[in-house]
């Protein structure tokens, strides 16, 4: 049986280059191996074929109940999210992405789209506190499971988490001492002094360099 190639260790030829359409017949005997190859993990929820080095337009998941996507294609997108992922491909390194709550997905097998949504489901005041708790759990459930399927398809289109990082780090404007000493400019005209002597000239229409 194949396995998932670890790309920190190993170099995986498919893992960066869009597969190949396949019938569905291919697709299916692919996706069997697939789902075989998680359940003897056990320890992911989703897995592109070349993944595991197969070029093939063919990912499993299985968030809420086992989905085969056969040269699938994304159709429609709406409301980005940021999203905290990880990757079989790429273990023990964690990627903030940004991915979107609700898609609707096309398939080979399928002449519908599929809906994937994460969005919030109202809550019934008359319903008892431990079903509210579960339409909680659904909904996680839900945005998860879209997640994992824009991950897989990324996938067969040579994409990574890492071609969807989001820059999460916050960038903080040095605060100006007001004795420290600051380079104002107007014109052809620079000046150095203390910065609390330029602020009157800044609001003349000089700008600091």
């Not at 086992?66 to 159709?75: A, D, M, R, S």
């Not at 979107?100 to 919030?120: H, M």
């Not at 104002?184 to 000089?206: P, T």
């Amino acid at each position: 049986m194949r396995k998932v190639i670890d790309c920190f260790k190993e170099v995986n030829p498919v893992i960066d280059k869009r597969t190949r359409e396949v019938s569905i017949e291919e697709g299916n005997i692919i996706a069997t191996e697939l789902f075989q190859i998680l359940n003897k993990r056990g320890d992911g929820i989703g897995l592109a074929a070349n993944q595991v080095g197969i070029d093939a337009q063919v990912a499993v998941v299985n968030v809420i109940e086992p989905l085969v996507l056969i040269n699938p294609k994304i159709i429609h997108k709406e409301f980005e999210i940021d999203y905290y992922e990880g990757c079989l491909s790429y273990p023990k390194q964690g990627i903030h992405t940004k991915r979107y709550r609700d898609i609707i997905v096309k398939t080979a097998q399928s002449e519908s789209g599929w809906y994937f949504s994460g969005v919030e489901t109202g809550v019934d005041e008359s319903r008892g506190s431990w079903e509210v708790e579960r339409k909680k759990k659904d909904q996680e459930q839900r945005l998860l499971e879209s997640i994992c399927v824009q991950h897989e398809i990324d996938h067969l289109n040579g994409m990574t988490i890492h071609d969807r990082k989001r820059e999460t780090t916050v960038k903080v404007e040095k605060k100006i001492g007001r004795n420290e000493l600051v380079t104002i400019k107007k014109g052809d005209a620079v000046k150095v002094l203390k910065y609390k002597k330029a602020q009157n000239l800044l609001n003349q229409g000089w700008v600091m360099e």
